[in-house]
């Protein structure tokens, strides 16, 4: 009797762990042996419990990244980044490096600009949002929007 229960309980275990949920606006992504395999749509899917596990959760809605960094000594850069990832399966490889990759690019794109502090900032946020999109676009992540704000 001990042994049927158990067995049952383990069944019951294993199909729970097989079924995935995925909500709408995201993308799940789906590994066995380390190596990408598929990319789940939202929906109900079953995975292969012990062989595949799901190892980014991509969310396709915008993302929005702040920071502050200092510019000189008496002043403070304050920006928002808008973003989303357009590919997810390009995505996937960098998605958990994504704010640091725009954060980065960001600052690097800022230190090529002469005289930060007197330009027009729709001017600057928009020659910001090009140079970052040449770069992440390949990706599979675009830049929608740059805020700055010097302080």
């Known amino acids: 009797m001990t042994v049927a229960l158990l067995t049952m309980i383990t069944c019951l275990a294993l ?6 949920r995925v909500p709408e606006g995201r993308v799940h992504s789906v590994y066995r042996h380390g190596k990408l395999q598929r990319l789940l749509q939202p929906g109900v899917h079953f995975v292969l419990p012990g062989l595949e596990r799901v190892g980014h959760r991509i969310d396709l809605a915008g993302q ?3 920071f502050q960094e200092p510019l000189a000594a008496s002043s403070r850069l304050h920006g928002t980044v808008y973003w989303q990832v357009l ?3 390009r995505a996937d490889a960098v998605i958990d490096q994504a704010e640091q990759l725009i954060r980065g690019g960001t600052l690097d794109a ?5 005289d930060v502090a007197q330009e027009n900032r729709r001017d600057l946020g928009s020659r910001l949002k090009q140079r970052l999109n040449a770069v992440l676009r ?3 992540v675009i830049i929608t929007r740059v ?3 010097f302080a």
């Open 15 to 20: 199909i729970a762990g097989a079924v995935k």
């Open 138 to 140: 390949e990706r599979g």
């Open 87 to 89: 590919e997810p399966e």
């Open 64 to 66: 929005i990244l702040r």
């Open 110 to 114: 800022l230190k090529a600009e002469p």
């Open 147 to 149: 805020e700055l704000d």
